[in-house]
């Protein structure tokens, strides 16, 4: 249940009696409000281990897209960072992407990427990026509206695709969060463990600092970060949503060390009256008030990092925590869903709106 499944979430409720196409589907891993609709998979819910190493079926993505039959539908709405928007619908249906963000691995992360991927990934990438690229460009025609999930991406869609976007920011259920009375000597990371969201550098930070962290999460980095962490730096695992509001309600603050399209961590932590410490550059800029809901860095390394850690602590008894809370309000789940449904239902009602 991370970003992308959680705006999923919030669209189930929207519309509860809405079917959903995906690639796989592991009912273990996602959320009940999701687990009650009609389900329907492609292809690749069939192949060996699909529900684990599904991102090693890229290649195999747009065809399972295309594959997917939706004639019987007049509302299309996807939620993607990837493939899933060049879906065929009957030239009547109305197409909405809520775009998370373009298909970074091959548009402007490309060459980092490709730079942390194992030898057989890296042929792969070299031999078939140039055709996702143009399937993605293609099927973005396909598209009626593109939604944005921040001002960063807005920019990309208009980059890869030459489409306008209007930008609706992602929710963060504040409900789930709550303000603790008091806070313990920690700091925490939190989130999936891969190269864009560096990780390695909160911890390499940490080790200098000898500051305590706390990492929430896992990823294909895990293994790599736990060896070079040090005493000071605790490994839970992915945790319960009960636990992660505890653990963020009781920390000094959440350390967001990489560049997010939008990131819905730091609005958790904000809804949980806690400050964020973040790479002053993508999503984070359209979410945080240097000073005010937490501290921004324009150096995205240790030392600058570091730098970040002692600002806070000079600023740590001017952070109010119901101010955080209500600025994390503006972001809330009423709010996407009501500004989601006045975008639909406008465009549902414009002549020739498909």
């Known amino acids: 249940m991370r970003g992308g499944e959680k705006v999923l979430e919030s669209l189930c409720e929207l519309f509860p009696e809405a079917d959903i196409f995906t690639h796989v589907h592991d009912p273990a891993q996602i ?14 819910q069939r192949l060996p281990r699909a529900a684990k190493f ?21 509302l299309i709405i996807s939620s993607e960072a990837g493939p899933i928007k060049g879906v065929i619908t009957r030239p009547d249906a109305l197409n909405i992407c ?19 991927a194992g030898r057989m990934t ?16 293609v099927s973005a025609t396909r598209v009626d509206h593109f939604i944005a999930n921040s001002n960063f991406v807005a920019k ?17 259920d504040a409900a789930k969060f709550h303000i603790a009375e008091a806070q313990e000597d920690y700091f925490i ?12 550098l909160a911890i390499e930070a940490f080790n200098q600092n000898g500051r305590r962290l706390v990492v929430i999460g896992r990823g294909e980095q ?19 949503d009960a636990a992660v509001a505890a653990l963020l309600a009781g920390c000094q603050a959440l350390i967001f060390p990489g560049v997010e399209d939008f990131g819905i961590v730091p609005l958790e932590a904000m809804a949980s009256g806690r400050p964020v410490i973040a790479y002053a550059a993508g999503g984070a800029l359209e979410t945080m008030i240097d000073g005010v809901t937490g501290v921004l860095f324009h150096d995205q390394s240790v030392a600058g990092l570091n730098q970040a850690v002692t600002r806070y602590d000079n600023l740590a008894a001017s952070f109010e925590p119901t101010a ?22 406008r465009h549902l009602a414009a002549p020739g709106s498909a």
């Not at 039959?69 to 007049?74: A, E, G, R, V």
């Not at 070079?228 to 490994?235: L, M, T, W």
């Open 31 to 44: 959320s009940a409000t999701i687990n009650r609709h009609n389900i329907i998979t492609s292809f690749i």
């Open 54 to 74: 599904y991102k090693k079926y890229l290649l195999l993505m747009p065809f399972a897209v295309e594959a997917l039959d939706l004639q019987s539908y007049d």
């Open 98 to 116: 809520y775009c998370h963000s373009p298909m970074r691995y091959v548009w402007d992360q490309y060459h980092d990427y490709r730079r942390s």
């Open 122 to 137: 890296r042929l792969a990438m070299s031999l078939f990026a140039t055709r996702l690229r143009i399937w993605d460009s």
């Open 156 to 172: 990309r869609i208009k980059k890869y695709y030459g489409r306008d976007s209007v930008v609706i920011h992602p929710p963060v």
């Open 189 to 200: 990371c939190f989130g999936q463990m891969i190269f864009y969201k560096r990780f390695d």
């Open 222 to 240: 895990e293994a790599a970060l736990r060896k070079i962490a040090g005493r000071n730096i605790s490994f839970l695992g992915p945790q319960s």
């Open 324 to 345: 955080i809370r209500a600025h994390a309000m503006s972001f809330d789940k009423p709010v996407f869903q009501k500004k989601i449904m006045d975008f639909v239902m």
